[in-house]
Structure formats: C-alpha cells, structure tokens
C-alpha cells in the first residue's frame, strides 16, 4: 500500500562515519554534556541538525569529505545490535501522502513551530532529509533484509561512541546497500507495498514532508519496535505537600518502573505509588499517560496547555532514572514520575481508531522508542 523508491543524495565516507551519524535532533538537550561532545566534533552532522548556519555546515561536511555523493537509487538495510537485542530495518525514500490516504497512518498530533522548524532545515540546506521518520510496518520485510544481511558486503560496519551519553552510545551498526534495480531491491519495494507504514517516531519530519510538498521523505522500516516508558519530572503550581492530601498514596522502597495503570513518584520526602482510580475503555483515555494528566496533574495545578513548557515538564526515557532522580535533587524539579511503556498494540489501536477520526491521537510524550535511528547514515536530497 505505501509507495517506495531507492535513495539518491548524501551519505557518510565509509571512514568517518562512527563521527557523522548522531542521534536525532530532538533528544539532544541543549547545554549538556552530550550536545557540547557532538558540537565538539567538526566531522559530526550536529552542526546541521542544530547549528545556526545548517547550509553552510552541509556544505563544509561535503568539502572536507566527511560526505559523498550517491546517485545511485538504493535501499540501505540497516542492522543495529546492542547488549540486550537486535533490531534490522530499511531506509528508503517513501511517497509522501495526505493521512486520508491511509497508506502512512499517523498516531500523535503535530505541532507548527516544529513542523515549520523542519521545513526550514529543509529549504535550508538546499532540499536535503538530513533525519528519518521511523516507521513500523505488517509487511514481511524483516525477512528481505536478513537475506541482504547474509549475501551482501556491508558498507558500514561501526560502533557508536558517545561517552555514555545517550541511549544509542555502544550500539553496533551494519548497513547493506541494496541497489533499487537489484533482484532484492525489486523485493524490498515490492514486499513494503503490501502495508501501510504507522509513524512510530517523526511525526514532525514527516508532517513537514506533507506541508512542504514533497513527493517522497526519508524513513526507516522495521516489523519490530521496543517502547520505553516516556518519564517526566514535573514542578506544579501547587506544592507535592499540598496535593498529596488529596492523593492516596502507597509509600515504597524503589523509584522503578511500576505495573500498568500504577505511577512511580520520587520526591524529596519519598517515593510512593499512585494507583489509577479509574481506567477507560477507550484508546486513548485508558493509557497511562491519560489517566496521569486527569488524575494527578489538576491535583498540582497543571493541565494540558503547560506539557510542552519546561517550567514544568521535561521528558526521559526509562533507561535514564537516575537522571530523573537528580534533577529532582538539585531542586530543577519536584517530581519524577514513572510509568508503564505503551504496548505496540495500544499504539496501534489508536493509530487504527484515527482512520476514522483524525481527532483521535496518542497525549504528547506517549512513547519513546529505542534504540533511536541514527540521523546521517543517508541523507536524502527530496524531490
């Protein structure tokens, strides 16, 4: 059901590309440690993706050689392994559609400034994708790039070295270039047009696709995803003190992941356990993060207008709790709230539910997938 065709634009040399490729553009919080390491490397795609002058950094990473040129249509399957799994994919230059079309289907809302934010790298930096959209599809395609895997020589073959400062840090990654014109690269296109593709991660980049007029956008595909817990430290306009006498709460020993439909606090007077009071039938108010905003959030003078405001939200991964518990130690923030990931099947119950009814999405800050994808390991120039 979703059209595809091989990439052609800009890709790493093989030699630097540990150095290129970085995380997404949106999990590097400015002023840490991490976007000072990326920015402190000249060979590192940071100085587009967030830099001041993009255009001018694309243009200094093709001079100094830390890019290539490739104008050759291709699928480029990707392999990432880490301690605990392993997950393949293919990046592939995917037609661009309205939702109604149903053939990329969508589950979040999407906001102007960052889609506006998007199209501007875009136009930018001379009509080059420089991040993907993640995308999961029911279409066999796993199987294709195993077969890749197992006959091709990759192009890529590296370690991911961030200091430790972000979830992608160790990971090893493999890429395989399919060429389109290839027996496997007529598989590939042939096998990813059974499905739709559901955005997993990216909405923004692919929204900015659509509203920018583009034909086709860079995405990875897989079968397979893991969701985290998408945390959050939260400092209301009414003090834990005061809103906890309103709260039943279940002191405890561990700030962890909690079951479903129970939510973890850690505070500086303790760390206790909410247990949801009611749970709904419906897609989107049974998931956590709805039963969250309704049940904890008025309770410290917070609603849904101040989830993007970092006075009194920020957002982490499960796999960084301790980071959580320390901004609450040094005062940054009052709570840190842990909770349950979402289940692939509750992403696409409501993806599902908003064929239907474009009003139906995932809350904001629902999901965090992991590991991310790698921005720089194609860049594609977008027709």
Known sequence: MVATKGLTGLRPAPEHVARVTAPPYDVVKPGTPLEARLFGDPASLVHVTLGKEPGNALARLRSEGFLIDDEDPAYWVYEQRWPEGRRVGVFAAVAVTPYDAHQVIRHEKTFDDKVQGRMQLVKDTGGHVLGPVFGLTRARVDAVCERAIAELTPTYDFETDLGGLNDLHGIHSRVFRVPEDSPLGAELKATLATEPVYIADGHHRYHAALKGGQSHTLMYVTESARIQAYDRVVRGTVPFAEARKKLTLTPVEDFVTPEKNRFRIYTAEGTFELAAKEVPSDVVGRLDCSILERELYPHLGLDHSM???????????????????????????????????????????????????SHIVMPEKSTFFAPKILSGVFIYRAS
């Open 307 to 357: 989830i993007a405001d970092p006075k009194h939200f920020d957002y982490y991964p499960e796999s960084q709790i301790d980071q959580m518990k320390a901004a609450v130690d040094r005062g940054a923030y009052e709570l840190a709230i842990a909770l349950h990931p979402v289940a692939l099947d509750e992403l696409f119950a409501v993806a599902d539910a908003g064929l239907g009814d």
